[in-house]
């Protein structure tokens, strides 16, 4: 969000920048290597030396082939309101180990992100390993300052997105997904984030008020079994109690009668009138039109057989939450029983709202066979809308929850079933098949020299130098290859024959010939560079961009068993460049 607080303005452009959402990010959310970094950097002289720096990640998550790239504005808005206040510069001082020169301090205290450039990949975007998320440039103090933050607000934010993508991709797109996952994040910041990423990989609303109001997702929710159970309805009963009283020498049998009152009653719901829905006219007696509907249902043929009495305890508390919110009426149907109770009290209720101008929402499943129940719901409001003539009941709306996750969703595809909406917490919002993305952020040029991170496992040997990175997308439009190239390299150009070729083999090569080639980086903090940066958009738009970018890929790329790989390559040119600097940079052994 921008233009909203007075605050550190974004480059040249001169709009505000508000800071992070959370307060607790400052530049002590920090490792505390980055300081003492920083204080070696500044003792030798080289604090002001220009690095560049990639973030990027190296492996898909979730046994997929894909991810979300989410975090970025969070990153955006830290570096637009850097600046060490004098309580933190007093805290680092007492915990660098030795003693610290002042003027390392005074240092500090100067420093601002006005001489720092971050290019990025667009926030919502479907990103693969290798290709860096951001490069961020300036100088190699103040970045190395800024790598465990941004880290840290990229990591879960793509992690929980992409899984709420997956999540996506498994319901469908004429699902509706509700994330409900506050009470078990792992803390209000995982709460809060979760909530904002989940509705950014596709989620369409949220159960957590906090993020509704931070960021303008929608929100949906209704009761729990707790405001069902907390109604108390029992039927007035008399039982003879005999009381055996012993006296010395004789006998007493007493026959007391016992009156079980009414502990809670529907007579106990005080205002019991409800107006139409146009406002023309009221029902006096509410309650009394809602147990009229239960026994026209009870006495219908069409229902005979599959229930009796019901828990008019849930009855009770069903009326009393329509009488409070008659227009978005939806009833948890799973307290007591869902076919024998839970929803021929709904359909009383729905039914009694339907005469007076108003749609109840539906019901939700919160247990048991999830696929079993919302198909015979389903079967139970056709049969509603047969016998009574209440034109849509046979559509009204079923929400399932109940620790859903890829897999029962999946499972419940295949079984069949008659879910409108699901409500995902715990396995969303946690990532619980994977605890962590693992982005990295090396340095890959310092002073207009290359440098390179090697080691004995490929896949954690860095590409170096100041890149660019492209999509090439072929003739069915789908995205085929993304390319990196250096920096004063050709760009691509549409319709002509280019070399890709896998940065660390040697046989894996192809040539493309794009009908479409889309640069990814684009500056997001201009620093002194002059650039016009890239406005941040709101998060409705990058949920936007998210599905679209979704939707370009290849259904074998998206698949949850046994995915395609998306290729990642470079060009000719950089690969070379790539293997010599390797050589030239690796030790040579010595055999005795």
Same mark, same amino acid.
């Given at each position: 969000?921008?233009?909203? $607080?007075?605050?550190? &303005? ?27 970094? $920083?204080?070696?950097?500044? %003792? ?27 975090? *970025? ?55 693969? +390993?290798? !290709? ?6 300036? =100088? ?32 469908? %797109? ?60 029992? #039927? ?29 009653? =529907?007579?106990?719901?005080?205002? %019991?009138?409800? @107006?139409?829905?146009?406002? *023309? ?14 026994? %026209? ?11 009796? #009495? ?8 069903? &009326? ?10 939806? $009833? ?27 749609? $109840? ?11 079993? *129940? ?15 003539? !209440? ?7 079923? &929400? ?6 890829? #897999? ?5 595809? @295949? ?26 952020? @090396?340095?890959?040029?310092? /002073? ?11 896949? @954690? ?41 896998? +940065? ?9 010939? =794009? ?20 406005? *941040? ?17 290849? +259904? ?8 395609? +790989? ?17 050589? /030239? ?8």
């Amino acid at each position: 969000m921008e233009g909203k $607080a007075n605050g550190p &303005t974004g480059g040249r452009t001169g709009r505000v920048i508000d800071g992070p959402t959370n307060p607790m990010v400052t530049p002590l959310l920090n490792d505390l290597y980055q300081f003492t970094m $920083a204080y070696a950097y500044w %003792k030798a002289g080289k604090h002001e030396e220009r690095a560049v720096f990639d973030l990027y990640f190296r492996k898909n998550p979730f046994g997929g082939e894909y991810t979300i790239f989410a975090g *970025l504005e969070e990153c955006i808005r830290l570096i637009a309101n850097f600046k060490f206040t004098e309580d933190e510069i007093s805290f680092v001082r007492d915990s660098l180990p030795g003693s610290c020169e002042d003027g390392f301090f005074s240092y500090l205290r100067g420093i601002d992100c006005s001489d720092v450039e971050v290019y990025a990949i667009s926030e919502g975007s479907v990103v693969f +390993p290798k !290709v860096p998320l951001l490069r961020v440039e300036g =100088p190699v103090a103040v970045v190395q300052l800024l790598e465990t933050p941004f880290v840290n607000l990229i990591n879960y934010a793509s992690l929980v997105s992409t899984n709420a993508a997956r999540h996506r991709f498994v319901a469908g %797109k004429s699902k509706m997904l509700l994330e409900f996952g506050l009470r078990r994040a792992q803390g209000p910041d995982g709460g809060i984030g979760a909530s904002k990423y989940c509705y950014m990989g596709g989620f369409d609303a949220t159960s957590n008020v906090a993020a509704g109001r931070l960021f303008g997702i929608p929100l949906r929710g209704t009761h729990s079994h707790a405001f069902v159970s907390s109604f108390m309805v029992f #039927e007035v009963d008399k039982s003879l109690l005999f009381v055996v009283v012993v006296v010395p020498g004789h006998t007493y049998i007493y026959c007391v009668l016992i009156y079980l009152s009414t502990l809670q009653s =529907p007579d106990e719901i005080i205002e %019991k009138s409800l @107006k139409s829905s146009d406002g *023309l006219h009221t029902c006096e007696d509410f309650v009394s039109l809602v147990q009229t509907w239960l026994n %026209k249902i009870q006495w219908s043929s069409s229902f005979s057989g599959i229930f009796g #009495e019901t828990n008019q305890s849930e009855l009770a508390a069903f &009326t009393s939450y329509a009488l409070a919110f008659p227009k978005s009426f939806l $009833a948890l149907v799973d307290t007591y029983d869902v076919m024998r109770s839970g929803v021929p009290n709904f359909c009383a209720v729905a039914l009694a709202l339907n005469d007076l101008g108003y749609k $109840a929402g539906g019901i939700r499943l919160d247990s048991g066979d999830l696929a079993y *129940l919302s198909s015979e719901a389903r079967k139970f409001f056709r049969a509603i809308e047969k016998e009574f003539g !209440v034109t849509g009941f046979e559509k009204m709306s079923i &929400t399932a929850s109940n620790d859903l996750n890829e #897999e029962t969703l999946d499972a419940l595809n @295949k079984q069949g079933h008659e879910v409108d909406a699901f409500g995902i917490g715990t396995y969303l919002v946690t990532c619980y098949a994977q605890a962590a993305l693992g982005c990295v952020f @090396k340095l890959v040029e310092i /002073n207009n020299q290359p440098r390179i991170k090697l080691s004995e496992d490929v896949s @954690k040997v860095s590409i170096p130098c100041k890149k660019r990175s492209y999509r090439l997308y072929g003739r069915e439009g789908y995205p085929l290859v993304d390319i990196m190239t250096g920096e004063n390299e050709p760009t691509p150009k549409v319709g002509e024959r280019i070399l890709c070729r896998h +940065p660390f083999s040697e046989s894996k090569r192809a040539y493309v010939v =794009p009908q479409q080639v889309e640069e990814l980086m684009k500056c997001y903090w201009p620093g002194n560079s002059g650039e016009q940066r890239e406005d *941040l958009p709101p998060l409705k738009d990058i949920r936007e961009r998210c599905i679209k970018q979704l939707e370009l890929m290849r +259904p074998d790329h998206m698949r949850r068993l046994n995915p395609t +790989p998306y290729k990642v390559s470079v060009s000719a040119k950089l690969y070379d460049f790539i293997h010599f600097l390797w050589l /030239n940079e690796a030790p040579v052994g010595e055999l005795q």
